[in-house]
């Protein structure tokens, strides 16, 4: 976006985010490009991209362990498999490979998602937060916009990615996997649980972005030296302390819609059951009667393993590719 060319008789710009050399404009101004925290809107999106692959690809194998332990595929109660029987099963029936199974899918999604995901968390807290960057409220309602745009992404290369997981999984890979839902289920099929995961998402990223924003000023404020000008390291460890407080907290919470999601994502697959509408009460009612409310919190330790490092990875990731493109945009400043 950009400014127009002004005469010196136009009135004061009271714009947020553009800057004037007096009260009024001079004869001319310069085009300026919309730009926050030093970075161009284009930057948000390749920071962002980069995060969300680099979190995804590492934490893989403990969202296939969560996925296993959600997937309800009796008729009746069982008892509730834990994270170590999950793991020794997949290592003694399909080696370590049965853990990236699906990870190609996530691969595809996760940048794209992304990308989307950060550019309108920062484009939001910009105009939310009033230029007060301490407003809670702004970072939790910009992460709330930014999940429900980023979700709309990742939602059909998510049902692919947990249907690759489940063990004894019918398709052969992504494309395979693509080709027979959209053919034997409909497009529709790839937004079953797109209305669950953005009920989720909302709170799930609300709590995760307002912890985060508070545990790193929490953390700056005890030790002033880890601020953006303080030690790289230092500052590095406050993303990933404040991340991994944020993710883990929003996980535990979050967990009883995360279930309904996989069972979602997975019905008709591998013994899990078929749902007559992706209503979510419907789909509780029938967890509850079959397997209580501890169907409800399966998997949540997976979940909490898996979003407290994850998380931690994304934010330093994410910083440290922003605090990149902010020393380049720097340099090209300074030579022009």
């Not at 714009?15 to 001079?26: A, I, K, L, M, N």
């Not at 969202?63 to 997937?71: E, H």
């Not at 995901?117 to 301490?134: I, M, R």
Request: proline share 4%.
């Amino acid at each position: 976006m950009t400014t127009t060319t002004t005469t010196a008789a136009s009135k004061p710009d009271t714009t947020p985010g553009f800057h004037q050399t007096s009260e009024f404009y001079q004869e001319e101004v310069t085009a300026l490009t919309s730009t926050h925290d030093g970075l161009e809107f284009w930057q948000f999106m390749v920071a962002g991209s980069i995060a969300g692959c680099v979190e995804h690809m590492a934490m893989f194998p403990v969202d296939t362990l969560k996925t296993r332990m959600q997937a309800i595929t009796s008729s009746y109660k069982t008892p509730a498999i834990t994270l170590r029987q999950s793991l020794g099963s997949i290592m003694k029936l399909e080696g370590l490979g049965g853990l990236y199974r699906g990870i190609a899918a996530m691969g595809l999604g996760a940048g794209p998602a992304h990308a989307v995901y950060f550019s309108v968390y920062e484009t939001c807290k910009k105009f939310l937060s009033a230029g007060n960057p301490n407003n809670s409220m702004a970072h939790a309602a910009s992460g709330v916009f930014a999940t429900v745009a980023s979700d709309a992404v990742l939602t059909p290369m998510d049902v692919v990615k947990q249907r690759l997981q489940l063990k004894g999984s019918p398709y052969k890979g992504v494309a395979d996997c693509v080709k027979r839902v959209a053919v034997e289920e409909g497009i529709g099929a790839f937004y079953a649980s797109y209305r669950t995961t953005v009920v989720m998402n909302a709170p799930f990223t609300a709590v995760h972005f307002a912890t985060y924003e508070a545990m790193k000023r929490a953390l700056m404020e005890v030790s002033p030296e880890c601020g953006g000008d303080g030690n790289e390291d230092e500052t590095l460890l406050v993303h990933a302390t404040a991340g991994a407080a944020a993710g883990a907290l929003a996980a535990a919470v979050t967990t009883p819609l995360d279930v309904v999601k996989t069972q979602l994502q997975c019905q008709g697959v591998c013994g899990v059951d078929r749902f007559s509408s992706s209503s979510i009460s419907a789909v509780i009612q029938t967890i509850l009667k079959k397997d209580g409310y501890g169907g409800l919190t399966r998997g949540w330790i997976p979940r909490m393993l898996f979003h407290a490092p994850a998380a931690a990875i994304c934010w330093s990731t994410y910083e440290s590719a922003k605090s990149f493109f902010q020393q380049i945009n720097g340099r090209n400043s300074s030579m022009n």
